[in-house]
């Protein structure tokens, strides 16, 4: 098992020897204090508020290497980077830019435990050679960064971070923290599951900004509604973020900007690697004010002086809207954050959040190569045999061990579970597949709640995030309208 600290540390002078720190933030002491002790952690801070440092000055009091999951390779230079500047010890990031010698040589530092951080994307432990050297590294801490991306009511789902409970076993359960920086108690918990914690504390602070000024505006029409959005934007302080939830709007609704004579590119995932990134640098470094986005921008933006952020379309969720607001006024100067809502609004959302039906076809696809196997295969293997991409195919997967239809070796192959035919794993996966339309469909009507409620906005949006102040807040339209005292939820 990993050392644990058992006896009292200073952990306010670690930190000023480590990084430099003359004090800490509000929670980091408690997450890092738990981690020393040896308990499984879950840290939810707004983005800024010094997660990171939790897992460096933990990790570099307690004995072995730190594991640090990582989704995006642009966040694992900056923070490798931050490590390096530091005067903390070695760091190592694996991800798809290294050369074959380069992460050769990367993986033998690691097992010969040479490397104190190892940043790296869920993806890379799809190689049994990468976890092989992990297990050889003494992982004494597990960080795993975006925790959010384990939940399907995450705004980032990412099926690869479904496999990190298996990882944490392999690697003789070393300490685990989970961060994410927006979290309602529905994903807190199901990140809980799905990473296996262990009776882990939970700390949640600083949900709360109170320099970001809430609203929604109501309109009957859509026309009427996008040309608010329009001027409103026009004669906004900028830089800004509009929000769409189509790859087309976010491109018509860039086309309607410049007409006004604003400046603005769209970004969306159907976009090219390359085009995205170039229109993310051109907003990141101000070269254009304004951006017109669906929710596939945003992990890992931190544009502090961002005066705007405006919805013109409904959020599926409270949890994806509150994290895109939250990209606002991080330099804590006044930011504003506008729900342009239409009641219709709620309808179109419903019937995009309906769909994705399991699809029979590819989950067919997978029980017969694994039938065909007789006994257990690899991903990889599975992805060959069928022809679906691993993402797919641990999708799928994961679907079936909910069912109880299969289950995944120490090996990281799989097994099926002969006790359903394949009849009947195709139904009970059908079947959970209803349960989350019935959930997502929940969390949609949070979403049209806050937007038709009468109280105010942010007491409304803390209650969801379990982080109340008990008092209307004054900088909402509802606090506004009631001259500053709208009745808190």
């Not at 098992?1 to 003359?22: C, E, V, Y």
């Not at 440092?53 to 933990?58: E, G, K, P, S």
């Not at 994705?356 to 076809?361: I, L």
């Not at 079947?431 to 409304?460: N, P, T, V, W």
């Amino acid at each position: 098992m990993p050392s644990r600290i058992r006896k009292p540390i200073d952990i306010s002078a670690a930190a000023q020897k480590l990084l430099g720190f003359k004090s800490l933030r509000p929670g980091q002491r408690e997450a890092i204090q738990s981690l020393l002790e040896g308990r499984d952690t879950l840290l939810v801070q707004p983005t800024g508020s010094g997660k990171s440092a939790v897992y460096q000055i933990a990790g570099s009091l307690l004995a072995g290497s730190t594991v640090i999951i990582s989704p995006l390779i642009a966040l694992q230079k900056d923070q490798a980077e931050s490590i390096q500047a530091s005067k903390l010890d070695e760091t190592a990031v694996v991800n798809s830019t290294l050369g074959a010698a380069e992460h050769q040589d990367t993986l033998d530092r690691i097992a010969e435990g040479e490397v104190e951080f190892i940043f790296l994307a869920p993806e890379q432990l799809r190689n049994p050679e990468t976890l092989g050297r992990l297990r050889s590294a003494n992982v004494s801490l597990f960080a795993i960064d975006e925790a959010h991306c384990i939940s399907h009511w995450g705004h980032d789902f990412r099926p690869d971070y479904l496999e990190l409970a298996h990882v944490i076993e392999a690697l003789d359960r070393p300490v685990v923290l989970a961060m994410t920086a927006t979290a309602s108690r529905e994903v807190r918990s199901e990140i809980i599951e799905r990473l296996g914690m262990r009776e882990p504390r939970v700390f949640v602070h600083g949900f709360d900004r109170p320099n970001i000024s809430l609203r929604v505006d109501l309109f009957s029409e859509e026309d009427e509604k996008l040309e608010a959005v329009v001027k409103r934007v026009e004669f906004a302080e900028k830089p800004g973020i509009v929000y769409v939830a189509t790859h087309k709007h976010a491109e018509s609704l860039t086309k309607d900007l410049k007409e006004r004579g604003v400046d603005a590119v769209f970004y969306h995932g159907g976009l090219k690697a390359k085009d995205r990134d170039e229109a993310q640098d051109r907003f990141m470094r101000g070269d254009v004010p304004v951006i017109v986005a669906t929710n596939a921008f945003g992990m890992g933006v931190d544009k502090p002086d961002i005066r705007f952020v405006y919805h013109a379309d409904v959020s599926d969720s409270l949890d994806g809207y509150y994290q895109e607001v939250g990209r606002a006024g991080r330099d804590g100067q006044p930011a504003e954050a506008v729900l342009f809502y239409r009641p219709g609004d709620i309808a179109s959302q419903r019937y995009k959040t309906g769909a994705g039906r399991v699809n029979s076809a590819d989950l067919q696809a997978i029980t017969d190569a694994l039938v065909s196997k007789d006994k257990s295969a690899s991903p990889r293997e599975l992805s060959h045999d069928t022809g679906l991409s691993q993402r797919k195919v641990i999708s799928i997967v994961h679907k079936l061990e909910e069912v109880g239809a299969a289950e995944k070796l120490t090996s990281g192959e799989i097994q099926l579970v002969h006790k359903k035919t394949s009849a009947q794993m195709i139904e009970a996966a059908s079947e959970q597949q209803h349960i989350l339309k019935e959930q997502r469909a929940r969390r949609l009507q949070q979403m049209q709640l806050y937007a038709e409620g009468r109280s105010c906005r942010r007491s409304f949006l803390l209650h969801y995030f379990g982080d109340d102040t008990g008092s209307p807040c004054g900088n909402c339209d509802r606090c506004e309208a009631m001259g500053g005292m709208a009745i808190a939820r």
